[in-house]
Nanobody
Framework: QVQLVESGGGLVQAGGSLRLSCAAS????????ITWFRQAPGKEREFVTG???????YYQDSVKGRFTISRDNAKNTVYLQMSSLKPEDTAVYYC???????????????????WGQGTQVIVSS
């Protein structure tokens, strides 16, 4: 069973950067696709970026060029480096994993079996 724990959220000014971490246990990130979602106040949870077990990455258009997903197999952790942050990036960020092996990075939350508790990111203008 995969367990995920996010960290690294906080308050940052517009234009600033943050790095979120998603520490996994119960399964190695090198053979598990990890995806980041976010949920802004009053909005539905939305796909941000994901990496399949082969390391291929996919991004939501609004974060391309600003966010980078990466992983450290030795630490069994996936990171979300966020730069040039905007107030509209304010949300609770979640990492998620799908137990079944697949190369597909699903963008809908129902496809994921394991979720972290979330970490709050607030971008002030």
């Amino acid at each position: 069973q995969v367990q995920l724990v996010e960290s690294g959220g906080g308050l940052v000014q517009a234009g600033g950067s943050l790095r979120l971490s998603c520490a996994a246990s119960g399964r190695t990130v090198s053979n598990t696709g990890i995806t980041w979602f976010r949920q802004a106040p009053g909005k539905e949870r939305e796909f941000v970026t994901g990496m399949n077990w082969r390391g291929s990455t996919y991004y939501q258009d609004s974060v391309k060029g600003r966010f980078t997903i990466s992983r450290d197999n030795a630490k069994n952790t996936v990171y979300l480096q966020m730069s040039s942050l905007k107030p509209e990036d304010t949300a609770v960020y979640y990492c998620a994993a799908r137990v079944a092996y697949t190369l597909v990075v699903f963008t809908t939350e129902r496809e994921y079996d394991a979720w972290g508790q979330g970490t709050q990111v607030i971008v002030s203008s």
